[in-house]
């Protein structure tokens, strides 16, 4: 018998928006650098990840599916914007 942890999608969208508050909170506090560096990566990745469960059908609800079909749209994510990266470098000097 396998006993396992059921995690709603949208407890995880939850989660996301509540952890990106934070990293807003922790980026506009004035005390702490270390503070500001964690707020921001917190809020970088928070919203990143919840882009990317927007992208996903919402008939995807088994764990792994959801994994797998996430870690695909992230790469696709991640491929469109280094593309767009590379070709603003590429295309910059021709424009001046």
Do not use: D
Not at 53 to 71: A, D, Y
Request: with cysteine; hydrophobic share 55%.
């Amino acid at each position: 018998m396998k006993v396992g942890i059921v995690v709603k999608r949208r407890t995880i969208e939850e989660l996301l928006i509540f952890l990106g508050i934070i990293g807003l909170i922790l980026t506009f506090q004035p005390f702490s650098i270390l503070g500001y560096t964690i707020g921001w990566i917190l809020l970088l990745s928070c919203t990143l990840t919840y882009v990317i469960f927007t992208l996903i059908p919402h008939g995807t609800s088994s764990g792994r599916r959801l994994v797998k079909v996430f870690i695909k749209t992230l790469l696709i994510v991640l491929a469109v914007v280094i593309s767009f990266i590379v070709l603003s470098i590429l295309l910059t000097p021709h424009i001046m």
